[in-house]
């Protein structure tokens, strides 16, 4: 099996997130949708503060408002049974007058005689147990008022005490105004000072942030925790640098691992190269021998190019060259043009052939090249065009089309087409396009055609309206 062989089984593209610049169009959107904002922890610690100063202070004032109001009321109902006691004692002493005055409360006392005038002139009163009572009414100048009544009645003599509440009533709603204020005041308060404790304790922390992401600027990781004493802070720095080493020992293997393997692949390959042109060149071999010597040429060239794509994939750098894309894509119709056999299938070169792209010639051959291979290797007869454009590279075949599973998992490393059934291949070779558009700022795009098969378009430059589609 060779490399182009290995090219995955997909035939369509989709977005995996919003950077990566892999549509397929026709196909639902598999970006995520963006996650409700979360609070700030600064802000979260400042409401805290803010809540728990107004909580506070507004129990305290509900508290103090009705410890007063049940104070004032204790006292002012004690007030008016005593002197209601000390009317009716009065009474008793001097019965010639019934009306007096105590501690700036108004007395009135009707005798048996006189309890139908109560009836007719205060009929408020009339019903009215023994006890003390909150009334209202209005003034003769229609302006509201409010008092408290004892009321003590014997079957020949009736005791009435007013105390007017008015005044106290006032007081009470001048009291309760100071109360909200002090609430909001104390609350004012309480966010200041959650403000700053939120500064003060959000400082390490964002120190911390700033510290991580300025050592992301460089290959080895700056030590954090020897900046922080050693409290929560300091520990989640010591835990961070701790992650740091062992990660960038990882990374390090993987690094001796991906230019071991690539140096110790290159040898043998570079042995299948020289023994395969040493046999070319001798006169005696058949045309059978020759064409099969050429092909492992030609697969010896795939490995090689993979191997360079991979080595760049694996850096994370973007390699630099001149690259004919007209030159490339044509070799590797011929390619396959060896290995069609019987298969009724054309392939065919068109448009403009002076297209040259900023990159190793082994990246475009292998993103190229996995394109075509999918498109060869499924299309049973008919067709394989590609076609230059300006910046675009199109592969347009007549194969069995895109099903709608194929263009939600298309790209997906290991995922194999619906169309693959027992036909040879990992399912990696779309998810390397992908990678590798990721990293030059490429575009791929793939669609069904007008009436069968895939277009699938190989953009040297990042489409923005690709993210759209």
Known sequence: MTAAEDVGTDTAARTADGTDGLVAEGAPSARRKPTRYRRRLRSRIVLSFLLLGFGLTALFAFATQYARNRVENDLVEDVMNRNIQEAARQYELDPENPAFAVDQMRGFVYTADRFASVRENRPEWYELPDGIHGLSGTDENGDPFAYKLAVRKTPGVWFFLAYDMTQAIRGEEQFQRAIIGSVLVFSLFSLLIGWWAASRVMSPVSELANRLRASGDSSEPE???????????????????????????????????????????????????????????????????????????????????????????SRNERGHGATDVARVAEQLLDAHRTQLGSKPLELRLEGDRRMVVDAPEAAVTVALGNLIGNAVKYTTEGEVVVRLHDAAVEVVDSGPGLSAEDAAKLFERGYRGTHAEHSQGGGIGLSIVRRLCDLYGWDVRVRPGAVRGVVATLRFGRDESAGAA
């Open 223 to 313: 030590a954090l925790a020897e900046h922080f004493a050693d409290d929560e802070v300091g520990q989640l720095a010591s835990a961070l640098d701790d992650y740091s080493a062992r990660l960038t020992e990882v990374v390090q293997r993987d690094r001796e691992f991906n230019a071991d393997v690539s140096h110790e692949l290159r040898t043998p390959l570079a042995v299948i190269r020289g023994a395969a042109e040493l046999l070319l060149s001798h006169p005696g071999i058949d045309d059978k021998a020759r064409a099969r010597l050429a092909r492992i040429q030609r697969a010896e060239q795939q490995c090689t190019d993979l191997i360079s794509a991979l080595l760049l994939l």
